[in-house]
């Protein structure tokens, strides 16, 4: 197996290997199924990922730099010890999707699907959320300071109050999440 690819084009294929310290550069993944397989200690480096199938992969310590992803399905994926770097994540099927001790800086997340997803121990800075989906997610040991949820659906999401502390959000959802506190809102 080679230990760098460069500038390839994947088209709708089936990736039937499991790959361990690989480099991909400058390569697009178009209708390709990774589906199931185990990435560890991969890098990828401006890349795009247009509708492709990740679910029930297993990512670990892998990172992506300038990479953006399109229309892909990442359901139950396992993202672990991951590093996301100046990515864009949009209209992606993240649901149930295990998220862990994850870094991510510069990354905007848009019209995503995140419901059921679990986020344990994750670095966040600079990472926008717009029009996403956490319905019935959980969130734990994971700071989201300064970041504004204010336009995603949130009904049902599980969170630890370190987790809230300084996050954007609008009056209705300040009102739920009034709750962790133990208060009782009286109109």
């Known amino acids: 197996m080679e230990d760098s690819i460069q500038g390839r084009h994947f088209l709708n294929c089936i990736l039937k290997e499991e790959w361990q310290f690989i480099d991909f550069e ?57 590093f996301l770097h100046d990515c864009e994540i949009v209209s992606c099927n993240w649901n149930m999707a295990n998220i862990m001790d994850t870094e991510m800086k510069k990354v905007i997340w848009s019209e995503c699907n995140l419901s059921e997803s679990y986020i344990q121990n994750c670095k966040l800075k600079n990472v926008t959320f717009t029009h996403i989906s956490f319905a019935d997610a959980e969130w734990t040991k994971t700071k989201f300071l300064n970041i504004d949820v204010s336009s995603c659906a949130l009904e ?22 009034s709750k962790l506190l133990g208060l009782k809102i009286k109109e």
Not at 33 to 46: D, G, L, P
Not at 158 to 175: F, S, W
């Open 156 to 177: 049902g999401l599980h969170v630890t109050l370190d987790c809230i502390e300084g996050m954007i959000v609008t009056p209705d959802q300040a009102c739920m999440f």
């Open 26 to 82: 400058n390569c697009i993944f178009e209708q390709v199924c990774f589906e199931n397989k185990t990435w560890e200690k991969c890098e990828w480096k401006k890349c795009k990922f247009i509708n492709c199938d990740f679910s029930g992969c297993r990512l670990e310590d892998v990172n992506f730099y300038e990479c953006k992803m399109e229309f892909c399905k990442l359901q139950g994926i396992i993202f672990s010890h991951t």
